[in-house]
């Protein structure tokens, strides 16, 4: 089973409009983190928004909102006021604590996000 | 600037050869992580270092190998290359431990294999 899962492969928004980018995950765990990451078509990957599993209030980074459900185990991604500069890959990953202290991140296939002025 | 430094950021070759590709960390972070990004896999983790020693190795191949050095930088030694094996390879860095940090990622080295 997939650990991390993305549904919508591409999506196309009207600029200034909000968007929402799904994301459920899988684990086991009580503790864990959730992060965001947006690519340009650059190839960076930048780092948008962290949501931990004890956090009670939902994230925020500006525009940025997470929409946690944790009972549902999804980590939705809200982006206010979408902008033209906002046209990128977004990847939804997980940071869990595994055997012999290994904690890296474990990624979704990513949405493809084009925002349309 | 992620402060993780990447080098080549390209990188031609064909197929058969050997190649390494380098990895400075963030000021700090003894973590360091290699990813590998193709358009039909995704995102996979590789393996995982941690000062000096290594953590958790992932869908990593037996052709590919890693380390890291005393000063805390990476190498990824990739040998009998194949044309799959064209990716974008990405290293990132963390404070280890915590479920609370984010990976900082380096800027990717661009492998492509003829």
């Known amino acids: 089973a997939q650990k991390i899962t993305q549904t919508q492969p591409g999506m196309f928004v009207q600029e200034k409009e909000a968007v929402t980018l799904d994301c459920t995950y899988d684990t086991s765990d009580q503790s864990y983190g959730l992060f965001w990451y947006k690519q340009p078509s650059s190839g960076e990957m930048i780092f948008l928004i962290y949501q931990g599993s004890y956090d009670e209030q939902n994230a925020t980074e500006g525009r940025y909102s997470l929409n946690f459900q944790k009972a549902r185990k999804s980590a939705n991604l809200v982006i206010s006021a979408s902008q033209l500069g906002d046209s990128a890959m977004y990847f939804c990953?997980?940071?869990?604590?595994?055997?012999?202290?290994?904690?890296?991140?474990?990624f979704g296939k990513g949405t493809h996000l084009i925002i349309q002025p | 600037d992620s402060g993780v430094t990447q080098t080549p950021k390209h990188l031609i070759t064909a197929t058969g050869q050997r190649v390494t590709l380098r990895c400075s960390p963030r000021?700090?972070?003894?973590?360091v992580y290699w990813y590998q990004q193709s358009l039909d896999q995704g995102l996979q983790f590789l393996i995982q270092y941690y000062n000096g020693e290594e953590r958790a190795k992932g869908n990593i191949l037996e052709r590919f190998s890693a380390q890291q050095f005393p000063d805390l930088h990476s190498e990824l030694n990739l040998s009998s290359l194949e044309l799959g094996d064209s990716a974008l390879y990405f290293c990132?860095?963390?404070?280890?431990?915590?479920?609370?940090?984010?990976?900082?990622f380096g800027e990717g080295s661009r492998l492509t294999v003829l």
């Open positions: 990132a860095s963390s404070r280890t431990g915590l479920n609370t940090g984010e990976l900082f």
């Open positions: 000021s700090g972070d003894l973590s």
């Open positions: 990953a997980m940071r869990e604590s595994r055997a012999g202290g290994a904690d890296g991140l474990t």
